[in-house]
């Protein structure tokens, strides 16, 4: 008895052979291959395919087009949203095209777009090197680098975006094209920042960094009613700290940690100690030498899947007095309150030109996030709507957001995450390579008049 969960064989032009696997509901693997990252999401895909081969994309590309079918792309799933997710549509499973090829010689990566970020650490570390990466390995690699790509070494080498040499992509056409800065100059723009509004990358080619194979972490943690005046000294050394340091600070309950990540030679990264321990009188001190792997893996239990999640973020220009005191204004006592975690840009981020890539907003100091997890459906309605009350406190003294950091914001969180001058050239480029918006579920760039 034959079933959808295996290779079409049929010869018809709208039925085509697949490499990989074609799954309906019914299937044995469908549930598990509509589950993502956030419990939250449970659409159901009238057909999924998880592809084998570049190939399997174009096709898959091409027969969504023919039965008028919308398109969600997983690789990680991690898309808080879960936009991957498409109810009634296609899913372009990726996860099957997660080959990396390492040149060490030349310090080039080339990654299919299935892969996962611990993927790349795993393969480029063998050689003491790495490119920006997200914290969490699980976390797909072409939805990460597509929003841009907050790392542990953005603030030394970029972040992931701009360590992209070249993007191979499958368009709204089904064609398959390269872009770099030779070719396709215009499209390969966009990927820097864009999103997945242009089309599905199926390789990256990245530039490595040789970065050795350790880092440090140091963190101070204060009570919540002494930790005002530590957060000032915080934010004055994010000021000054050398580029492999990213100063991190986390607000959970009633405690305060604030501290930084370095990477490299953990004797290098704790000269840095003394300037932090200057910030306030902890109640308690945390360094930490490890592996960078096991730096890139340690939040994955944390941020593991089967939760149900809802956050919300922004982007400080400054992080003012007045900043600080919205931010410990909570009381320790609610534990339905979100934990909100802060962390530095600048260094190689603020360096390249507004107008080089299409992400935005590079001269922001610190990335805010207030983000809550639980497990029963029933509370929801509370859960978000605390995140939202939480981040609500930092409105007056924001600019911008992550596009990555979005979720459930729309137009207005598509507003908030590119400049204007940004949002026209997108849309420029949206109306080149996919003026029928085929790919429309992301933080979506709409076709615009010419």
Same mark, same amino acid.
């Given at each position: 008895?034959?079933?959808?969960?295996?290779?079409?064989?049929?010869?018809?032009?709208?039925?085509?052979?697949?490499?990989?696997?074609?799954?309906?509901?019914?299937?044995?693997?469908?549930?598990?291959?509509?589950?993502?990252?956030?419990?939250?999401?449970?659409?159901?895909?009238?057909?999924?395919?998880?592809?084998?081969?570049?190939?399997?994309?174009?096709?898959?590309?091409?027969?969504?087009?023919?039965?008028?079918?919308?398109?969600?792309?997983?690789?990680?799933?991690?898309?808080?949203?879960?936009?991957?997710?498409?109810?009634?549509?296609?899913?372009?499973?990726?996860?099957?095209?997660?080959?990396?090829?390492?040149?060490?010689?030349?310090?080039?990566?080339?990654?299919?777009? *299935? @892969? =996962?970020? +611990?993927?790349? !650490?795993? &393969?480029?570390? #063998?050689?003491?090197? /790495? $490119?920006?990466?997200?914290?969490? %390995?699980?976390?797909?690699?072409?939805?990460?680098?597509?929003?841009?790509?907050?790392?542990?070494?953005?603030?030394?080498?970029?972040?992931?975006?701009?360590?992209?040499?070249?993007?191979?992509?499958?368009?709204?056409?089904?064609?398959?094209?390269?872009?770099?800065?030779?070719?396709?100059?215009?499209?390969?723009?966009?990927?820097?920042?864009?999103?997945?509004?242009?089309?599905?990358?199926?390789?990256?080619?990245?530039?490595?960094?040789?970065?050795?194979?350790?880092?440090?972490?140091?963190?101070?943690?204060?009570?919540?009613?002494?930790?005002? *005046? @530590? =957060?000032? +000294?915080?934010? !004055?050394? &994010?000021?000054? #700290?050398?580029?492999? /340091? $990213?100063?991190?600070?986390?607000? %959970?309950?009633?405690?305060?940690?604030?501290?930084?990540?370095?990477?490299?030679?953990?004797?290098?990264?704790?000269?840095?100690?003394?300037?932090?321990?200057?910030?306030?009188?902890?109640?308690?001190?945390?360094?930490?030498?490890?592996?960078?792997?096991?730096?890139?893996?340690?939040?994955?239990?944390?941020?593991?899947?089967?939760?149900?999640?809802?956050?919300?973020?922004?982007?400080?220009?400054?992080?003012?007095?007045?900043?600080?005191?919205?931010?410990?204004?909570?009381?320790?006592?609610?534990?339905?309150?979100?934990?909100?975690?802060?962390?530095?840009?600048?260094?190689?981020?603020?360096?390249?030109?507004?107008? #080089?890539?299409?992400?935005?907003?590079?001269?922001?100091?610190?990335?805010?996030?207030?983000?809550?997890?639980?497990?029963?459906?029933?509370?929801?309605?509370?859960?978000?709507?605390?995140?939202?009350?939480?981040?609500?406190?930092?409105?007056?003294?924001?600019?911008?957001?992550?596009?990555?950091?979005?979720?459930?914001?729309?137009?207005?969180?598509?507003?908030?995450?590119?400049?204007?001058?940004?949002?026209?050239?997108?849309?420029?480029?949206?109306?080149?390579?996919?003026?029928?918006?085929?790919?429309?579920?992301?933080?979506?760039?709409?076709?615009?008049?010419?």
């Amino acid at each position: 008895m034959r079933t959808s969960a295996q290779h079409f064989t049929c010869s018809a032009s709208r039925r085509p052979q697949y490499d990989g696997q074609v799954l309906t509901p019914g299937d044995p693997a469908y549930d598990t291959a509509r589950s993502v990252w956030n419990a939250m999401v449970d659409r159901r895909p009238s057909m999924i395919v998880r592809c084998a081969s570049v190939a399997d994309v174009v096709s898959a590309v091409r027969m969504a087009r023919e039965r008028d079918l919308e398109i969600g792309v997983r690789c990680g799933g991690h898309n808080i949203a879960g936009l991957a997710v498409p109810d009634g549509g296609l899913m372009i499973d990726l996860t099957g095209l997660d080959r990396v090829t390492v040149d060490p010689v030349a310090r080039r990566a080339w990654v299919q777009g *299935g @892969a =996962l970020l +611990g993927a790349v !650490d795993r &393969a480029t570390q #063998a050689f003491g090197l /790495a $490119t920006t990466a997200g914290n969490v %390995s699980h976390t797909g690699v072409g939805g990460l680098t597509l929003g841009g790509g907050m790392g542990w070494m953005a603030r030394r080498h970029g972040l992931a975006c701009d360590n992209v040499a070249s993007y191979t992509v499958v368009t709204a056409d089904g064609e398959i094209v390269r872009a770099s800065a030779e070719e396709h100059p215009e499209l390969f723009w966009g990927l820097r920042g864009g999103g997945g509004n242009f089309g599905i990358v199926v390789e990256f080619e990245f530039r490595l960094h040789r970065i050795g194979t350790r880092a440090l972490i140091a963190d101070l943690t204060f009570p919540l009613d002494r930790a005002a *005046g @530590a =957060l000032r +000294g915080w934010r !004055d050394l &994010a000021e000054a #700290a050398p580029r492999e /340091a $990213t100063l991190t600070a986390g607000i %959970s309950g009633d405690a305060v940690t604030l501290g930084y990540v370095w990477v490299g030679d953990p004797a290098a990264g704790r000269a840095l100690l003394p300037a932090l321990r200057s910030i306030g009188r902890p109640a308690s001190e945390s360094v930490q030498e490890l592996s960078y792997l096991s730096l890139q893996t340690m939040d994955d239990d944390q941020q593991g899947h089967f939760f149900r999640r809802y956050w919300k973020g922004h982007y400080l220009p400054e992080l003012s007095d007045a900043a600080i005191t919205a931010l410990v204004d909570r009381d320790p006592a609610d534990e339905t309150l979100p934990g909100v975690s802060l962390q530095a840009y600048g260094g190689a981020i603020a360096e390249v030109p507004e107008e #080089a890539t299409a992400f935005s907003h590079r001269r922001t100091r610190f990335e805010y996030n207030a983000s809550v997890r639980w497990t029963c459906p029933d509370e929801d309605a509370m859960r978000m709507g605390a995140a939202r009350a939480m981040a609500a406190r930092l409105d007056p003294f924001a600019s911008g957001a992550y596009v990555n950091s979005l979720s459930d914001e729309g137009d207005s969180g598509v507003r908030r995450a590119y400049s204007e001058p940004q949002r026209t050239r997108l849309t420029a480029v949206k109306n080149a390579y996919d003026p029928k918006n085929v790919f429309h579920l992301n933080h979506n760039i709409a076709p615009g008049g010419r």
